[in-house]
């Protein structure tokens, strides 16, 4: 049966860290068997937004980077954050324009996502893209991006086959690859 209602009970909550982009915070709870426990939570002060371009011929774009966290590169969808007080798609076509160049005349967005919920609260938010127009890239000062054409099938093939691991870009090929019947 689902409910709204919390089981858990805070009993104090204690901010560790905060940055522009993050807060965690420490927190001493009564948890749903009413012991006592600790939780640490990473509220993020973006949404995630991904994107999918599409093409008339059926390609899509991927934006290559080496990802600081993982130590390792990563190939994705277009993505990045969005203020929290900024509609999604606002953000999208912003990101769309500064990662590949491209404009969209068309947008759908195809879904929402707790990209971990067990430890932080971060929403992502996924569009895609079409009636697309090449224009200019504006990379962020601290982005060094490959960017690559591709068919979309193939980039579905990335993530069968754990080339593409980053739960936006799973989530949201996946999702168009469904709605698409590919």
Known sequence: MQTDQ?????VSSTVV???????LRHEEV??????SGIYGVAHFKNKAIGIIPID??????????YRYPLEEYSWEIPMGGGSIDVDPLISAQRELKEETGLIA??????????????????????FVAQDLEQGETEFDD??????????LSEAIEMVMDNRITDSLSVYGLLKVARLKGI
């Open 17 to 23: 860290y905060d940055n522009p982009w993050i807060r």
């Open 142 to 151: 601290t982005e060094v991006l490959q960017i690559w054409r591709l068919p």
């Open 105 to 126: 005349l068309d947008w759908q967005m195809i879904g929402r996502i707790h990209t971990s919920n067990s430890v932080t609260d971060e929403e992502g938010f996924i």
């Open 56 to 65: 008339k011929e059926g390609y899509t774009w991927l934006v290559g980077q």
């Open 6 to 10: 919390s089981p858990w009970k805070t």
């Open 30 to 35: 009564i948890t749903p068997a009413g012991t």
